[in-house]
């Protein structure tokens, strides 16, 4: 098999690219198509769907919640306390952290400092990475004003230059690549014990929870497959959340609650945006690839495989804050919340990426293991475009195309039996708006207090939102891919406070 897809290697994976959008589209084009052929089947699929989505919104509310509870046990911990309570050498330990940058405000770079800064770990057993683009012609200055400013709180604060390379794609991916790798070298010279040292990738607008490295730091070491381990907070956009719109503020408040709730499924999640492993892991995996837009899922997939699928994900119940997408007026704002969810879709290429190194490792990888792995994937990537279509239209098209299937029985009774499952999903609003509550960040005076009950009436606006901040991106993202078309990278632009 190895070296069929040595051979062919082009022409695999451009099949493996083409297989996951066509699925997609496939689903969500089939009420209006399949309702001339077979519409009992679909009917009945599209109950069948509803109760799954049912399901997945009941799963959601509750591990948001139980997640939640972890999340405040967390915080009341005195890590470090802990560390030295139970003789761990945490003296040991370092950690690398990488923030990869492009254009990013200085107001916002010193923002992510400060939080790596106040650490409850020791900030001198912390090493920061600025990685600055070449073609960002302001970064120098920056950087320069961030070594004046943090220098003598962390132990080293290096800078890496990214160039871009002729095949090489523009993004965090190229840049981390050869941020690391020239880290390495640092690392090799200054003679760091490997066996005590992880790697952090933390976005630019990232405010890193305080007791994130002491936390990490204690599971590292108590772990006793630290190296082959990545660890993950959940990140949730709240630091710009009171000022942007209410549409993108809606989308966002369900990624945030979506992300907390996913803390509770690591034995088949991946990592993403800002996280941790061991350098060891990092190394021994040759860094990140150069030529890919979402990096985060790709790394893991690359680590599992190289290490015979034994790499797993650990939870750390904490919350890291983000900047949600926002640009200098409203519409700016909506286009770049499109572009950010169309840049997540674009990680549908990881699906052809993990099933051709499968390919090539199969007898080495555990199958139940990887198809855990991959069948989150696919739900995850596939369902993308397709979920809007099915829930909101599906049981309304077959009885609307097909005027004969429209008389029958289960034609007329469809749309009113999907109503009412799919009624039963906005229980778990409640759920979601009540942790909504409890994690966001005090309202700001700007914000009046007489807009708050516009807080909880935005979920109305929640088929709207879905359609046009997560359907739509991913068809775009998926089309794209099935007609050969690649993604350019494009930096969510970041505004700073006002």
Known sequence: ???????????????????????????????????????????????????????????????????????????????????KEEHLPYQKVRHIVFVPTYKEPLEILQRTLTFLSEQEFPS??????????????????????????????????????????????????????????????????????LDYLTATSCDADIAIHLKYFSCLTYQFLKHPERHLRFWQAALVFYNNLWRIPIFTRLVNTIHNISQVGELMRTKT????????????????????????????WHLFFKAFFAHKGRVGLEPIFLAHFGDAAEGRNYWQSLTSQYYQARRWAWGVTDIAYAIKKFMVHYREINLPNFSLRMLRALEQHILWPANWWLITLGATIPPLVNPVFKYTTLGYRLPQVSGFILTLATMFIVFIIAIDYLLRPPRPEYFKKRFIPVTILQYLLLPITAFLFNSLPGMDAHTRLLLGKRLEYKVTEKIGSK
Not at 2 to 28: G, H, M
Not at 40 to 59: N, P, W
Not at 160 to 178: C, D, F, I, R, Y
């Open 1 to 83: 098999m190895e070296k069929i897809v040595k051979k062919y290697d082009r022409q695999i994976t451009r099949i493996l690219e083409i297989l996951p959008p066509l699925l997609s589209w496939t689903l969500l084009t089939s009420p209006f198509w399949a309702s001339f052929f077979i519409p009992e089947i679909i009917a009945y699929f599209i109950i069948v769907f509803d109760v799954y989505f049912v399901y997945k919104a009941g799963s959601l509310a509750i591990n948001a919640v139980r997640s939640y509870r972890k999340i405040q046990q967390t915080k009341k911990v005195d890590w470090l306390a802990k560390l």
């Open 124 to 193: 001198k057993q912390i090493d920061v990475v600025i990685a600055t683009e070449a073609r960002d012609q302001e970064a120098s200055a920056k950087v320069a004003t961030l070594k004046k400013e943090f220098g003598a709180k962390f132990n080293h604060v290096w800078n890496t230059t990214h160039v871009l390379e002729p095949g090489e794609v523009v993004g965090k991916s190229s840049n981390l690549a050869a941020s690391g790798r020239a880290i390495k070298e640092k690392v090799t010279k200054l003679g760091y014990d």
């Open 269 to 296: 999640g991946f990592n993403y945006s800002t996280y941790s492993l061991s350098w060891r892991l990092l190394d021994e995996t040759d860094f990140w690839d150069v030529d890919v837009i979402p990096e985060d």
